[in-house]
């Protein structure tokens, strides 16, 4: 029952004011157009669609897609041994790390863009990334495969609790 013991964890969500800009921007134009074609008559746009494939594109823009982006959350959970990241919907399950397979590992600032090519799940010259906001994390170097960076708002604490669980893991295997 000792590795059930849970000495981290986070939550996150894409927080970017940008994203939620753009994406409300989008669903408030799918609906707008929604409102004037089908409730009030007119047409929507230079070669309008009828009214029932608007209807459902603006179903799936104007409420879909926010929900989506509003839904998808990176969980980071510490226990003693073993490091899980899940990005919901993308991962059924968590993905489990082994901290007897880390070499080392370090917080870092760093750029999300220019070093991963955004915010989500990524891959990039530096190895794969979890992140969905801000410019924190751990990265976790192994012996036998590419970094891992964890994306975290509370990168200190996520260090100390990798620190911790990496020690109470050699105490549960040995």
């Given amino acids: 029952m000792e590795e059930q013991r849970i000495l981290f964890r986070e939550k996150q969500r894409f927080t970017q004011f940008w994203l939620w800009a753009l994406l409300l921007g989008l669903a408030a134009t799918m609906m707008a157009g929604f409102v004037y074609q089908v409730l009030l008559g007119g047409t929507f746009g230079n070669r309008p669609v009828s009214d029932v494939p608007l209807s459902i594109i603006a179903a799936l823009i104007g409420f879909g897609l926010p929900f989506f982006f509003y839904w998808v959350t990176l969980t980071t959970e510490v226990m003693p041994g073993v490091l899980q990241v899940r990005f919901r919907p993308f991962h059924l399950k968590p993905v489990r790390i082994p901290l007897h ?18 915010w989500g ?10 992140s969905t906001s801000g410019r924190e994390g751990v990265l976790l170097r192994f012996y036998n ?17 990798i620190e911790q669980a990496k020690a109470l893991g050699k105490g549960i295997a040995g």
């Avoid at 495969?145 to 609790?161: D, V, W």
């Fill in 101 to 118: 397979t880390l070499r080392d590992f370090e917080k870092v600032t760093y750029n999300p863009i220019h070093e991963y090519g955004g």
């Fill in 121 to 130: 799940i990524r891959w990039g010259a530096n190895g794969k990334a979890y």
């Fill in 145 to 161: 495969q590419q970094p891992i960076l964890i994306g975290s708002h509370r990168a200190s604490e996520l260090l100390q609790a």
